[in-house]
């Protein structure tokens, strides 16, 4: 398991990888998830807790409406 897949454990109700891609020439990975949060956590407890993990240069978070 990696660090940022027990951070959605903690917040999302699910978590499913739907793309992945290399980045900076194959130095790094972008990874691409669609996330259901659960129903008492807010997306800013979820980025508060990706950020604090180490070799996490970028987060976007969208909406789906």
Known sequence: KTPWEDV???HCARAQLISTATARQG?????????RLKSSVTPMQLLNDINRIEGIQNVEMKRDL
């Open 8 to 10: 959605f454990a903690k």
């Open 27 to 35: 130095a790094a990975l972008d990874l691409s998830y669609k996330l």
